[in-house]
């Protein structure tokens, strides 16, 4: 696609209930990377995937949060049993090259508000 | 873990006034990029600087890298409302585990 997309672009859901983000990215970038914003914040690293490596997990912060990418392309993250503290943007970016070699990408977010 | 000090948190301004916001790390970068995001966006590749001492404009805006590859600097000349908006900065070197690694931002407000 012409961009890296996510949905849905909002999501309100019930403490407590699961919760997954779909992240599309540009095609061919072999690099896909989520973070998470809250309001004021600066970047959190979660995950990061490169190509048909094992993906990078040091930043997901609790067991509650998983993701997986399928066929090196549309990445989902899921949250289980959601906290009010999980409310915050998430970002989805991918990029062509290794992290720091060119640009990355990123998608316009999901907002998620645990009520 | 490796990380990136970025400062300040905020700058106020006025419009036409200059702005400057400062990435520092203790160890050497192998390059640093540089994103703009503005409010209720997403960031937005501006630049990224590879050379030890190497300076780019844009515009308005000036980046530079130092010679040791340890700090970075990001200058903004006579602001505009168009530059409102938090700039991060984000390193990448070696030692990463190829992760970038971002800079906290600088949040530019313009005062009315």
């Known amino acids: 696609g012409a961009g890296v997309s996510q949905s849905p672009s909002n999501k309100v859901t019930e403490k407590g209930k699961d919760v997954e983000l779909r992240c599309d990215p540009i095609s061919g970038h072999t690099a896909l990377y989520w973070y998470r914003q809250s309001l004021g914040q600066g970047l959190e690293f979660l995950i990061y995937?490169?190509?048909?490596?094992?993906?990078?997990k040091s930043g997901l912060p609790s067991d509650r949060f998983s993701a997986e990418r399928t066929g090196g392309s549309v990445s989902t993250l899921t949250i289980q049993r959601t906290q009010q503290e999980d409310s915050a943007v998430y970002l989805c970016a991918s990029s062509f090259l290794r992290p720091g070699q060119g640009e990355t990408f990123f998608g316009q977010g999901t907002r998620l508000t645990v009520v | 873990g490796q990380q990136v000090m970025q400062i300040p948190q905020y700058q106020h301004v006025q419009e036409g006034e200059d702005f400057t916001t400062y990435c520092n790390s203790s160890?050497?970068?192998?390059?640093i990029q540089w994103y703009k995001q503005r409010p209720g966006g997403h960031p937005v590749f501006l630049i990224q600087?590879?050379?030890s001492g190497e300076v780019k404009k844009q515009k308005r805006l000036t980046f530079q890298f130092g010679e040791a590859k340890k700090n970075s600097s990001l200058h903004i000349t006579a602001t505009q409302t168009t530059d409102v908006g938090t700039y991060f900065c984000?390193?990448?070197?070696?030692?990463?585990?190829?992760?970038?690694?971002w800079g906290a931002g600088t949040k530019l407000i313009i005062k009315p």
């Open positions: 984000a390193a990448w070197h070696m030692d990463s585990n190829y992760q970038l690694i």
């Open positions: 995937f490169q190509g048909n490596s094992a993906p990078d």
């Open positions: 160890t050497t970068l192998s390059n």
């Open positions: 600087l590879v050379k």
